[in-house]
Nanobody, 118 residues
Framework: QVQVVESGGGLVQPGGSLRLSCAAS????????MGWYRQAPGKQRELVAR???????NYADSVKGRFTISRDNAKNTVYLRMNSLKPEDTAVYFC????????????WGQGTQVTVSS
């Protein structure tokens, strides 16, 4: 079963930084667009950053200029560098891929908790 495993979350003070990692199993990683999503308590899961197979980047307005997504196809891994963190960034962060037909490439993982608090 193809899956992803997210890591790198934690507790950080406002203004701090974290780098999340997402390791994917199976083949096909390099041809998928990969995205980082987050879900805060009581809210729907939202896409915060996306990187296509060709390296094109897209960000939610709420994280533009603060978050950077990148990928290493040799390691089947996608990263999310988060700077200038705010309390409203507190959420469980997930990653997933999207096939060319629009379907999700992986089963959802457990996610990694990011808590921004003083």
């Amino acid at each position: 079963q193809v899956q992803v495993v997210e890591s790198g979350g934690g507790l950080v003070q406002p203004g701090g930084s974290l780098r999340l990692s997402c390791a994917a199993s199976g083949s096909g990683f390099s041809i998928y667009a990969m995205g980082w999503y987050r879900q805060a308590p009581g809210k729907q899961r939202e896409l915060v950053a996306r990187i296509t197979s060709g390296g094109r980047l897209n960000y939610a307005d709420s994280v533009k200029g603060r978050f950077t997504i990148s990928r290493d196809n040799a390691k089947n891994t996608v990263y999310l560098r988060m700077n200038s963190l705010k309390p409203e960034d507190t959420a469980v962060y997930f990653c997933n891929g999207v096939r060319t037909n629009g379907s999700l490439a992986y089963s959802w993982g457990q996610g990694t908790q990011v808590t921004v608090s003083s």
